[in-house]
């Protein structure tokens, strides 16, 4: 009967997914929604060949999603949450254990027409396992930031019209490919000042493989580290 109630209560767990929802430019709330391009639901996505990979579902236009102006070196924040609200429960549930990672892509033209595919995605930002011996995670961390985490904008990057990609990956049931679950959400800006750094950049979908270590993994097993998938943070 214990058996049975925990693998329930780890049902239940798996099920609260979650969404990118806010977000912050130098500190400031932008407002739910605003410059994302929303995604019809909560649920992650699991192939990593699919275009789904690259903003979520719908994520390919964000034709009618405004994109925000912000100066080159600004530090922007993402706020995930479960369901539409702040307060009340987890931001994205405990049971999501794994990586947060950030990439950018500048748009050949606007934010709003660039469908994200190619070439074209900068790692920004990569957190993983902190702690192996008491297996904390970055999911950790955002859960006790109220659904935040944050990354510098370098200044070095040149003006111009991007897509800002922030990835949650939980690896609670990815012992098995496809099992490890990729929240997503994108963000259209407009980086003002900048520099003429030219970053290196990565495919997504492309990038990813169902046999990288950091996708098919058994976190459960007194892991040591841990290899998040896409390469190396560019740090301006
Ligand atoms: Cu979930």
């Not at 990979?53 to 912000?70: D, M, P, R, Y």
């Not at 957190?127 to 999911?139: E, F, R, V």
């Not at 370098?154 to 922030?166: D, H, I, K, N």
Request: include cysteine; charged fraction near 10%.
């Amino acid at each position: 009967m214990k058996v049975i109630l925990s693998v329930l209560a780890f049902a239940a767990l798996a099920q609260a997914h979650f969404t990118m929802q806010y977000i912050w430019v130098n500190g400031q709330d932008e407002g739910q929604n605003n410059y994302i391009r929303v995604t019809p639901n909560n649920n992650p996505v699991t192939d990593v060949t699919s275009k789904d990979l690259t903003c979520n579902v719908n994520g390919l236009s964000g034709a009618s999603v405004q994109t925000v102006s912000i100066p080159a070196g600004t530090n922007l924040t993402f706020e995930w949450h479960q369901h539409a609200q702040r307060t009340g429960e987890d931001p994205i549930s405990g049971g999501h254990k794994g990586p947060v990672q950030v990439y950018i892509a500048k748009a050949p033209s606007t934010a709003a027409s660039f469908d994200g595919q190619g070439t074209v995605w900068t790692k920004l930002y990569s957190s993983g396992l902190l702690n192996p011996s008491s297996q904390q995670w970055a999911t950790d961390v955002v859960n006790t930031n109220g659904g935040k985490h944050s990354v510098v904008i370098p200044a070095s990057l040149p003006a111009g019209e991007y897509l800002l990609r922030a990835e949650i990956i939980a690896l609670h049931v990815a012992q098995s490919y496809p099992g490890a679950q990729f929240y997503i959400g994108c963000a259209q800006v407009k980086i003002t000042g900048g520099g003429s750094a030219s970053p290196p950049t990565i495919a997504l979908p492309g990038a990813y493989k169902p046999t990288d270590p950091g996708i098919t993994v058994n976190i459960y097993n007194n892991l040591q580290s841990y290899t998040a998938p896409g390469g190396a943070v560019w740090s301006g």
